[in-house]
């Protein structure tokens, strides 16, 4: 299952005090990031930040739509959606 791509959408606050999940809304996972929305800064800084919670190689994340907006598509490669909640929002295992 290495090669299964998941896409999940997020729902992201650029210019947060610090990098953090905030949790589900809907379907959408809700993510704060410490860089400002400004030539792509909080893009790079959400994916670092994806990579590093999931442990995932950064080849194998990226936003698929939504760059310029709030709302993004994400692909993740390797991981399944329950996978990715589960490294996301611990407390989600017990909804899982």
Do not use: C, W
């Not at 936003?63 to 611990?90: D, F, M």
């Amino acid at each position: 299952m290495q090669n299964q791509e998941t896409r999940i959408t997020v729902k992201v606050q650029p210019g947060a005090s610090k990098n953090e999940v905030v949790g589900l809304k809907g379907d959408a996972l809700r993510l704060r990031i410490a860089a400002p929305p400004e030539k792509g800064k909080a893009n790079k800084e959400l994916l670092e930040f994806l990579r590093r919670q999931l442990d995932v190689p950064g080849a194998d994340i990226a936003i698929i739509s939504g760059q310029t907006s709030h709302q993004k598509v994400i692909a993740i490669k390797g991981l399944n959606r329950s996978e990715i909640l589960k490294r996301l929002l611990p407390q989600a295992n017990l909804l899982l």
